[in-house]
């Protein structure tokens, strides 16, 4: 089973700074790794599929990158509706297709 | 409306079964994937198992094998889990989620708001 470990557990950023999520993978999964947010309350939403590919409706300030092991979500301007705890997860080898623990982003 | 549609909050006692169920509308039910995902309260995401509401196949995580069954319903679009015998370590949200593109993508495009279930004594 692979396993992702993200870094850090919590970020904590000014509104219009930029805050930088980090998940590394136990092995190579390539470029298949999904980023989701989950606001307080609410279901995860798909952010990012294929390590940098924007989902539907995701704004331009959210940017996925990496392969192999290594990967980053970026967003580069903090909005304050951005709290939420963001988790990557590799589809490239399962089943299970690992989620890593989260980054809980909070509004300084 | 594309969407994923969940039952409702569950309290049960321990040893007791469990069905909850997750209705698609507004898509193909039968082409896509659909997965479950538990969280345990203040906790990060499991990811359970998947069904393919098509034909039935099903596959399961290791941690979950033998703890839950995953089944479908095509006729009415609607995927289910369910336990035999619950534990309170099972008291948790449970997402349903579709995936995007099996097998290119298994990732998750469309969830279900989540059905909680409490198990106590």
């Known amino acids: 089973e692979i396993v992702m470990t993200q870094s850090p557990a919590t970020l904590s950023v000014s509104p219009g700074e930029r805050a930088t999520l980090f998940c590394r993978a136990s092995q190579s999964v390539r470029s298949k790794v999904a980023w989701y947010q989950q606001k307080p309350g609410q279901p995860p939403r798909l952010l990012i599929n294929?390590?940098?590919t924007r989902a539907t409706g995701i704004p331009p300030r959210f940017s996925g990158s990496g392969s192999g092991t290594q990967f980053t979500l970026i967003i580069s301007s903090l909005q304050s509706e951005d709290l939420a705890v963001y988790y990557c997860?590799?589809?490239?080898?399962?089943?299970?297709?690992?989620f890593g623990q989260g980054t809980k982003v909070e509004i300084k | 409306e594309v969407q994923l549609v969940q039952s409702g909050a569950e309290v049960k006692k321990p040893g007791e079964s469990l069905k909850i169920s997750c209705q698609g509308s507004?898509?193909?039910?039968?082409?896509?994937?659909i997965g479950w995902v538990r969280q345990m309260p203040g906790k990060g995401l499991e990811w359970m198992g998947i069904?393919?509401?098509?034909?039935?196949?099903?596959r399961y995580s290791p941690s979950f094998q033998g703890q839950v069954t995953i089944s479908a319903d095509k006729s009415n679009a609607t995927a289910y889990l369910q336990w035999s015998g619950l534990k309170a370590s099972d008291t948790a949200m449970y997402y349903c989620?579709?995936?995007?593109?099996?097998?290119?993508?298994?990732?998750?495009?469309?969830w279900g708001r989540g059905t909680p279930v409490i198990v106590s004594s």
């Open positions: 507004g898509y193909t039910f039968v082409s896509y994937w």
């Open positions: 997860q590799q589809y490239d080898d399962g089943p299970p297709y690992t």
């Open positions: 069904i393919y509401p098509g034909d039935s196949d099903t």
């Open positions: 294929d390590a940098s």
């Open positions: 989620a579709r995936v995007v593109v099996a097998p290119r993508d298994w990732s998750f495009d469309l």
